[in-house]
C-alpha cells in the first residue's frame, strides 16, 4: 500500500488467464505474493516471500553476461550458470530489463487496484455468469485493502469473486477480504495441532476459528439475503492438499471432516482433496532452495478414492467431497 | 500418469453405428488404388494436334505442381481418349464447344456405376477434357501462358522472390444447389429459352446468345446423366437375386426419373439431386471439389427431412442416406490416386454449414442439425465433407454441449467453428465498401455460407475468388529493408544460379537515413500498396486468359446473375464479383514491425543498418540480438494494447488498400485471411525477419500469433484476434462489431484435452466459446492433440493410416503430411496447464 488508501497496490506474482481450477467457470486467478505460512510441500514457493524476487532459467540462457554488469548491487555471479546472491539482491529487476532471453526474470511485481482491474476485465467476456475472477496467494489476505478495493470494483461490474485463502491472518484482515468476495476457497490442511505447525509453520487453531469466522459470515450474507434479495451470497469450498507422507493420511482427512461437521454449519458447498504433484521442483532449483518433496511420486488414483471414503465415512456428505489432480497409475 | 476419469493414452476416434452396408462401402473406399475402378483423372481430346487438357492456371495457386507443369500438360495429352465430334462442332462459339464437349464425355464416355449396396448414384467425374480451342484459339493462349513475359514464368517467379502465390483457380464458391432442389433443371432451361427467345436479333447472333445457348446445352447434362444411371440402376436390378437390393435398386432408378429434372420431393430425392448436381460442376471445371460448398445444408434440405419423416421415412433411414452421400464427396480424392494420399496439399473442400443465425436474429438449429452432427460423429475420421458449425451469442445450450462432447471425444474438433455475428459485420462492411447493399443487407446478410475452410459469401450468386490471390504481407519489410530489392537474391536450387539483384519496386530510401519508426512506417506503406499492386496486376492476367478461354457454362447456370447478364461466371456474370487476396504471414509481419519499433528506435540496442546485416546473415554472428527480438519485442497476440495496436494499423492498411481494384471482369478485389499451408513452404523462400525468425522457419498463419508466442494463453490469443479485425465499438459494421475482412481469417488453437476431457471442464469449455463469440474472430479450429499419439504415428505410420490432423481449418490425414509439418503440429500442441 504505498499509495494510501484511495488506490491500494499489491505486490502481484502472477496473473493466469483461462484458469479452470480455482473456482466455478473459467476464471483469471492473480495470485499475490507473500504469505504467512511456509508449507513444506508448497507448489509456489515463489509466492511465499514479500519482497520481488529474481530467477533464472538456465535453459533460455545465452551465457552472454549481460546481466552482470546491468546488476547495480553485483548481486549476479557467473559459474556454471547465473548465481543469485539473494542476501544482495533486492529485486530491482535491472538485470531481467537487460537480458535478451528471458532468462532472468523477476517474480513480483506492483500493481495498483486499477492496473489489476484493468487487466483482469480483458476476460470479461469468458466469465460468462458463474466465472470470475480468484484472488490467491501467497496469502491475499495479508494484502486485504487491495483485495477488498479490487473486489468492490470488480463486484461493481457483475463480476463474480473469489477469495483463496489459508485463513493465517489477523481476523480484521481476513474479514476485510471477504467483505466482498462471493466465493471463499478455504484451506484446511492438517487436522492435528502439532503437526499443523509443523507442516506449516502456523496455528491450526487460528486457522479453525478464522474457519468459523468465514462460516459466520458466509450464514450472515445468507440470512442478508432473506431481508434484501439483491444481496449476493457468499459460499464456501474448503480444499485440502493431499500429500505423500504428511497430509495423506485417513485419520488426517477425517479430522478435517470433523471440522467442517462441527464448524461448518451445513454451509460448506464442496470440499476439494487437491492431489500433489511435484512439477514445481525447477521453482526450488531457480530459487537456489532444496525441497523435500522433490522426488516424490504421485499418489495413485486408488488412494484418493480411499481418501475420500474414509471422508464420507467421517461423516461427510458424499456429494460435497471431490478429488483433483493429477495421479499414478499403478500398472506404470 | 493419467487423470481422473481419462484414459491412460488417447484413443483414435473409430466410426461408430455404421450399417452393414457403411462399412463395406467405406472399407471399400479405403482400399484406394485397390478398387476396381476409381475416381482417378482421365482425359479426353477433341483429336487436334494442338489439343490442351490440363489447365495449369488452376494449379498456379498450388507452387508444389510448378514443377511438373509439362509433365502433367503432356501426360494428360499422351493419354487422352479421343471424342468423336458433331458436325458443326468446330462453327460453335467456343462456350458451346466446351459445354457440348463436357456433356457428351459425361453422358457417353465416362462410365457409371453404382457401387454394392450404394443408395446414392454417380461415381466418376475426375476429367481433364480438352479446351476445345481452335488453333489459333490455342495458339493465342499460348502466347499469354508461355511468352518470354508469359503468366507461367511471371506466376513462378512472384513465388519464388517471397511474394506468394497467385491464379484464377476453379470452385470456392456456393452453387445455387437449393433452387435446382426445389424445382430442378427444366425450370433453369425454361428460364434460359426465355432469355434467348428474348434476345434481339442480333444479340442472339452474338455473344449473349452463344453463352445462352452453351447454358442450355450444360444444364442438359445433370439430367441426361441421371438418366445414364438410372440406365445402370435398372440393369442391375435385373440381375439381382436378392429381393431387398432389388427393390432398392428400383427405388434409384425412379428417383433419377425425377431428378434433377425436376424438383425434389423426398430427402432422398433431394440429396441425390444435391448429389449429382454438384459432381457434375466438378466435372464442368475439370476440378474435383475445390472449396466447392454446399452452404447451409440443414436449411435447404429440411423440408424434404421433414416431409419424408412424415411419410414415414425412419430416422436411420434417413441418416443411412446422407451417410453415402458421405461416400461419394470422399471420392473425389481420388483424383491423384496413384500418387498417393495428398493431405494437406490437396486442394479439397466441399463444405457444410449447420446452424447459425437466422432471420430476425432467429437460431436455426433444427431436427437436421442434430441428425447431421450425428452423422459426423458417426463417419468421423474421414475428410469429405467439410463441416463448418456457425456459433452465436445465443447459440442454444444444447447445441453447445453436443459441440464439445463431439471435440473432447475426438482428436479434435471434427468440424470449423463460424462465429455469426463477426462473419456478418464483414459481409455488411464489404457491401456497403462495394455498393451491393442490394445482394448484401441487414435482412440477409444471415444467408451467408462458407466455402472451401471457412471464406465467408453469399450464397448462389457470389464467386468471391478466396484463395485466388495469397500475398506474403511479410514482402513488404523485406522491400522496406532492401530499399526496393530482396535482402538476399534469388537462388534456383536446381541450376544453382543466382540471380542478380535487381529492383523490384519503388525506392522509399536508404533505411540508414531513417530518423524515426514513422519514417519506417512510411516506406511500409509504400512497399505494402506495391505488393498489392503487384498482385492484383499479375492476376488479372490470369483472370483475362481464364475469361477469355476456360468458360464454365455449366456452373454458370447455377449461379445467378450469369443467366440475366447472358454471361459465363468466368466473365463476371455472378451478381456478386469479388476476388480475395488472402493476407499471409500477418503476425509475422506485426511482430517484425513491433522488432524494428523495439530494437532500433524505441531502444537502440542496433541500428537499422546492423538489423539488416543480421537477417542478411540469418542472425547468425548476432545471437544476442535475435533473441532480444524473439524474447523481449512485444508480440502481437497476447492482448497487449500497444502491440495489438500495431496489429490493427497493419490490417487498416492492407485490407483498405485492397479495395482499389478491380480485375478486367469488374471483380472488386477485398480481404481475407487464409493461409493454407503456405506460411509453412513459404518460410523457406522469405529470408530471415525482424521478428527474430532465421530463414527456414515456419511463417505465422493467417490471423493466429506467431507460433508460441501467445504466451498470455487461449483467452488472450482470443482477443487479440479480435482486436485486429476491428474489435467492437460504436457504429459497427452488425451491431457493435467490427470486421475489416468479409472473408473472415482462419484461426487455429490447440488445447491440451485434458482441458476438455476433464469432467466438469465442458462446461468451461462452453464458456471459452461464448467468449470467443463476444471478443473473438470469424473462424476458429479447435485442435485437441496429444503429442504421445502423433510422435507414435511419426514412428508407425501404417498404424495411424485414419489419423486427422487440423491446420488452417484444413483437414489431413497426419501420416501425409511432412515431417516439418508433422513437428510443428506437435510443438503446438500448447495451452498446456498442470
Known amino acids: 500500500m504505498e499509495k494510501g488508501s484511495t488506490d491500494p497496490s499489491a505486490l502481484v506474482l502472477e496473473i493466469m488467464r483461462m484458469s479452470t481450477e480455482d473456482g466455478p467457470g473459467l476464471r483469471t486467478t492473480m495470485f499475490l505474493k507473500g504469505c504467512s505460512l511456509s508449507c513444506r510441500w508448497c507448489q509456489n514457493p515463489e509466492s511465499i516471500s514479500a519482497k520481488p524476487e529474481v530467477r533464472w532459467i538456465g535453459n533460455r540462457c545465452l551465457g552472454c553476461r549481460e546481466c552482470l554488469s546491468a546488476c547495480p548491487v553485483s548481486a549476479l555471479s557467473c559459474e556454471e550458470g547465473i548465481t543469485v546472491r539473494r542476501n544482495l539482491c533486492t529485486g530491482c529487476g535491472s538485470c531481467a530489463e537487460e537480458c535478451p532471453a528471458s532468462a532472468l526474470e523477476v517474480w513480483g511485481r506492483r500493481m495498483t487496484v486499477e492496473e489489476a482491474f484493468k487487466e483482469l476485465m480483458k476476460d470479461r467476456a469468458y466469465f460468462g455468469t458463474d466465472g470470475g475472477v480468484t484472488l490467491s496467494g501467497g496469502e491475499a489476505t495479508l494484502q486485504a485493502p487491495f483485495v477488498k478495493a479490487l473486489f468492490t470494483r470488480l463486484a461493481k461490474e457483475g463480476v463474480h469473486t473469489a477469495l483463496d485463502t489459508c485463513g493465517a491472518c489477523s481476523t480484521e484482515q481476513l474479514e476485510t477480504s471477504c467483505e466482498q468476495a462471493d466465493l471463499i476457497l478455504y484451506d484446511l490442511k492438517e487436522s492435528d495441532e502439532d503437526l499443523h505447525r509443523r507442516y506449516t509453520g502456523g496455528s491450526l487453531k487460528l486457522v479453525v476459528d478464522h474457519f468459523k469466522t468465514v462460516v459466520s459470515l458466509v450464514r450472515s450474507s445468507r440470512l442478508h439475503r432473506q431481508v434484501w434479495p439483491d444481496q449476493r451470497e457468499k459460499r464456501l469450498w474448503v480444499r485440502t492438499p493431499v500429500i505423500p507422507g504428511m497430509t495423506a493420511r485417513r485419520d488426517n482427512i477425517q479430522g478435517i471432516a470433523r471440522i467442517i461437521l462441527e464448524h461448518g454449519e451445513g454451509l460448506v458447498d464442496r470440499w476439494e482433496l487437491c492431489a500433489f504433484n511435484n512439477l514445481c521442483r525447477d521453482k526450488y532449483r531457480r530459487l537456489g532452495k532444496a525441497w523435500e518433496l522433490e522426488e516424490a511420486d504421485l499418489l495413485p488414483a486408488e488412494e484418493m478414492d480411499a481418501l475420500v471414503q474414509a471422508a464420507v465415512e467421517a461423516g461427510a456428505d458424499a456429494d460435497l467431497v471431490h478429488w483433483s489432480g493429477m495421479t499414478r497409475n499403478i500398472k506404470e | ?834
Open chain 2, 1 to 834: 500418469m493419467n487423470h481422473q476419469d481419462e484414459g491412460k493414452t488417447a484413443t483414435l476416434k473409430k466410426p461408430t453405428n455404421l450399417s452393414d452396408r457403411l462399412r463395406r462401402l467405406r472399407d471399400y473406399y479405403f482400399k484406394g488404388v485397390d478398387r476396381p475402378w476409381n475416381n482417378q483423372h482421365i482425359s479426353f481430346t477433341t483429336g487436334t494436334p494442338w489439343d490442351m487438357q490440363y489447365n495449369e492456371l488452376s494449379y498456379y495457386i498450388v507452387p508444389e505442381t510448378y514443377a511438373f507443369f509439362q509433365t502433367f500438360c503432356s501426360s494428360f495429352a499422351q493419354i487422352a481418349e479421343t471424342v468423336s465430334l458433331p458436325q458443326g462442332f468446330w462453327d460453335m462459339s467456343l462456350h458451346e464447344r466446351r459445354a457440348w464437349f463436357n456433356r457428351e464425355v459425361m453422358v457417353n464416355y465416362l462410365p457409371q456405376e453404382i457401387l454394392p449396396g450404394d443408395l446414392i448414384a454417380g461415381g466418376r467425374f475426375n476429367m481433364h477434357t480438352s479446351a476445345c480451342l481452335t488453333e489459333a484459339e490455342q495458339k493465342a493462349r499460348n502466347r499469354r501462358l508461355y511468352g518470354k513475359k508469359g503468366l507461367r514464368k511471371e506466376t513462378i517467379a512472384f513465388h519464388n522472390h517471397g511474394y506468394g502465390n497467385v491464379g484464377p483457380t476453379s470452385g470456392h464458391l456456393i452453387p445455387d444447389y437449393a433452387a435446382i432442389l426445389e424445382k430442378g433443371f427444366s425450370a433453369v432451361l425454361k428460364d434460359l429459352q426465355a432469355r434467348y427467345d428474348a434476345l434481339p436479333p442480333k444479340e442472339k447472333a452474338g455473344r449473349p446468345g452463344s453463352r445462352l445457348r452453351a447454358m442450355i446445352i450444360a444444364a442438359l447434362m445433370p439430367v441426361e446423366v441421371a438418366g445414364r444411371y438410372r440406365e445402370e440402376a435398372l440393369r442391375l436390378a435385373g440381375e439381382e437375386s436378392d429381393g431387398k437390393r432389388k427393390a432398392e435398386l428400383e427405388n434409384l432408378a425412379e428417383i433419377l426419373t425425377r431428378i434433377p429434372e425436376f424438383g425434389a420431393r423426398t430427402f432422398h430425392e433431394a440429396v441425390q439431386s444435391l448429389w449429382l448436381t454438384h459432381m457434375c460442376v466438378m466435372a464442368d471445371e475439370n476440378y474435383p471439389g475445390a472449396g466447392l460448398s454446399f452452404g447451409n445444408i440443414d436449411r435447404y434440405l429440411l423440408p424434404y427431412w421433414e416431409a419424408s419423416i412424415s411419410e414415414g421415412m425412419d430416422r436411420e433411414e434417413g441418416k443411412e442416406i446422407l451417410k453415402c452421400f458421405w461416400i461419394h464427396a470422399n471420392t473425389a480424392y481420388d483424383s491423384m490416386i496413384q500418387v498417393g494420399n495428398q493431405g494437406i496439399t490437396a486442394g479439397f473442400g466441399q463444405l457444410f454449414n449447420l446452424s447459425g443465425l437466422g432471420p430476425g436474429g432467429k437460431d436455426m438449429t433444427n431436427q437436421l442439425t442434430w441428425v447431421f452432427l450425428e452423422v459426423i460423429d458417426e463417419m468421423s475420421p474421414i475428410l469429405e465433407p467439410k463441416p463448418n458449425v456457425r456459433l452465436h451469442r445465443n447459440s442454444p445450450d444444447d447445441l453447445l454441449d453436443k459441440v464439445v462432447e463431439m471435440i473432447s471425444s475426438s482428436q479434435g474438433a471434427p468440424f470449423l467453428l463460424n462465429f455469426d455475428e463477426r462473419s456478418m459485420a464483414g459481409m455488411l462492411r464489404e457491401a456497403k465498401t462495394a455498393g451491393v447493399e442490394a445482394f448484401i443487407h441487414p435482412d440477409n446478410v444471415h444467408d451467408y455460407a462458407s466455402v472451401g475452410c471457412l471464406e465467408n459469401t453469399m450464397v448462389g450468386n457470389d464467386r468471391s475468388g478466396t484463395v485466388d490471390c495469397n500475398l506474403n504481407l511479410l514482402k513488404a519489410v523485406e522491400l522496406v529493408l532492401g530499399n526496393g530489392k530482396s535482402l538476399v537474391p534469388f537462388t534456383d536450387t536446381i541450376t544453382g544460379i543466382t540471380e542478380k539483384s535487381t529492383r523490384e519496386s519503388p525506392a522509399t530510401g536508404d533505411p540508414k537515413a531513417f530518423r524515426s519508426f514513422e519514417d519506417f512506417w512510411r516506406a511500409y506503406e509504400v512497399q505494402t500498396r506495391f505488393i498489392i499492386r503487384k498482385i492484383t496486376g499479375l492476376y488479372d492476367r490470369g483472370e483475362e486468359t481464364r475469361k477469355t478461354y476456360h468458360p464454365t457454362p455449366y456452373l454458370s447456370t447455377l449461379v445467378r446473375g450469369c443467366a440475366e447478364k447472358a454471361l459465363d461466371i468466368t466473365e463476371g456474370g455472378p451478381e456478386l464479383n469479388f476476388v480475395t487476396v488472402e493476407g499471409v504471414t500477418f503476425a509475422t509481419t506485426v511482430d517484425s514491425l513491433l522488432a524494428v519499433k523495439y530494437l532500433v528506435y524505441d531502444n537502440a540496442f542496433c541500428t537499422l543498418e546492423e538489423l539488416i546485416d543480421a537477417l542478411k546473415n540469418n542472425w547468425q554472428g548476432y545471437e544476442t540480438l535475435q533473441a532480444r527480438a524473439k524474447n523481449k519485442a512485444p508480440k502481437y497476440g497476447r492482448d497487449d494494447d500497444t502491440a495489438d495496436a500495431l496489429a490493427s494499423k497493419v490490417m487498416a492498411l492492407w485490407a483498405e488498400e485492397v479495395w482499389n481494384y478491380t480485375t478486367c471482369t469488374g471483380r472488386r478485389f477485398r480481404p481475407g485471411m487464409l493461409s493454407w499451408n503456405y506460411w509453412v513452404s513459404d518460410g523457406f523462400i522469405l529470408p530471415a525477419s525482424p521478428d527474430g525468425r532465421p530463414k527456414d522457419q515456419f511463417l505465422s498463419n493467417a490471423i493466429c500469433p506467431s507460433n508460441g508466442a501467445d504466451t498470455a494463453g487461449p483467452t488472450a490469443n482470443a482477443n487479440s484476434v479480435g482486436k485486429a479485425l476491428g474489435g467492437r465499438g460504436v457504429g459497427g459494421d452488425y451491431l457493435d462489431y467490427f470486421n475489416l475482412l468479409p472473408n473472415g481469417a482462419s484461426h487455429t488453437m490447440s488445447f491440451n484435452p485434458s482441458l476438455i476431457k476433464k469432467p466438469g471442464n465442458r462446461e468451461k469449455f462452453k464458456a471459452f466459446l461464448r467468449g470467443y463469440a463476444e471478443n473473438g474472430g470469424t473462424a476458429l479450429q479447435v485442435n485437441m492433440l496429444d503429442p504421445e499419439v502423433l510422435k507414435d504415428a511419426q514412428q508407425h505410420p501404417a498404424d495411424y493410416r485414419h489419423l486427422l490432423v487440423r491446420v488452417t481449418g484444413y483437414n489431413a490425414y497426419f501420416t501425409a503430411i511432412g515431417k516439418e509439418l508433422q513437428d510443428e503440429v506437435i510443438a503446438r500442441i500448447s495451452h498446456e496447464k498442470v
